[in-house]
């Protein structure tokens, strides 16, 4: 390993070292100054204004996972059943897109799940009193290992769940990621409105949710699939030959990866003027 790959590697873990941090600072700094007063604020809110709260009750419910599990993990199993119908002329076009389509709600699945998993595992290790506790018991603090769920506050896994779906999105239709982040934003935050949890819950649900989705989102190859979706669908020859060539390190079609028939490259063959023409071989 050379000296620079050592050096990035040091700056990437002191980077993640300061950055978890300030986070259990600004953690520490909600539990013990805002979390207890903000709630207290919205219950007032809720006793001038309870058609606004009575709005955030009517969406929260849509930050549950199932309602993004149980539709892509379905639809990825329809692709799957698809492209193994008997080959075609007529229908190869179909399973190729029924393969890209089936790899990316795999990897949305995985993402959904995964950052559920984990939040749900800190949940029970952290064992933090919800905000219905304070209300009504004055009971404000933590018990750790607690499998009850008025003691399973931190992290949220409703932010969790929104904040994973609208990164997922992002990557999914990127033209709309002002609206995905708009909306998972406003998922997350109606957990605070309708008191099911503090602010640090959200934001610790949503750190969970940024990690895991950028962590397996960087893997994504072929189109949108993780490297282990690959072999579930697997897409066309040309995507295959591109992924290995990528992992390679070959730009293009290398000569050490098998070449489709009838393939071309293009260069750019400069003269003595300078002038630039195309010179285009065929094998």
Known sequence: MTPSVLAMRKLRILKTAVII???IALETVLVLFVDRPLTASIRNIEASTPEMIRWFKAITDFGKS????????????????????????NNEWAKTRFAATGGKLTTFFAVIALSGIITDGLKWLIGRARPVLDLRSQIYEFQPLSFDSTWNSMPSG?????????????????????????????L?????????HYLSDIL?????AAIVANKLLLFCENGGMLPCVHRLFPSDRQ?????????????????SLPQPKNWSTTCDVRTKSGASRKHKTTK
């Open 188 to 196: 997350a935050a109606s957990r605070v409105m309708v008191c099911a």
């Open 158 to 186: 409703h932010a969790t769940t929104s904040i994973a779906l609208a990164i997922s999105l992002c990557w999914l239709w990127p033209r709309g990621r002002v609206f995905w982040l708009a909306l998972g934003g406003l």
């Open 21 to 23: 941090t300030l986070f």
């Open 204 to 208: 610790a649900g949503g750190l969970i």
């Open 239 to 255: 995507a295959h030959i591109r992924q290995e060539a990528r992992k390679s390190g070959v730009n293009g079609y290398g000569s």
């Open 66 to 89: 199932i309602w993004y599990l149980y539709p892509s993990g379905l639809g990825a199993l329809i692709c799957l059943a698809l492209i193994h119908l008997p080959k075609n002329g």
